[in-house]
């Protein structure tokens, strides 16, 4: 099961040079990182569960549930559109070590 599918990617390289250092061809490997895409990840593994177990989907279904409430209760007034850190525009993180 690939928990990364509908994750969107980021900072894909459009080109590959090894001089640049540790280069992830696919972009950014670290998506479970933003809140959102936890959600994203959650219904990928439940459907991989549903594929292996069926007969347990209504209880794989109930735990999806219960966590999409609860990153949704946790991520109430937390849209800071990339400012929640940010004190001055000097504290921006540089674009390579962007997570979400």
């Known amino acids: 099961m690939d ?23 696919f972009g ?3 998506y479970w990182l933003d809140p959102a895409n936890g959600k994203i990840i959650a219904q990928n593994i439940y459907n991989g569960l549903v594929r292996l177990d069926p ?5 794989f279904a109930a735990n999806l549930q219960h ?3 609860t990153i949704d209760a946790k991520n109430q ?5 990339g400012q929640c ?6 504290d921006r993180l540089p ?3 962007a997570l979400f």
Do not use: W, Y
Request: some cysteine; aromatic content about 4%; charged content about 25%.
């Open 3 to 25: 928990a990364s599918v509908n994750v969107p990617l980021l900072q894909v390289p459009t080109s590959l040079n090894r001089g640049e250092g540790d280069i992830h061809i």
């Open 28 to 30: 950014n490997p670290h």
């Open 55 to 59: 007969d347990h989907r209504d209880a």
């Open 67 to 69: 966590f999409d409430e």
């Open 77 to 81: 007034g937390m849209d800071c559109q």
């Open 85 to 90: 850190f940010q004190k001055h525009e000097s």
């Open 95 to 97: 674009q390579r070590m």
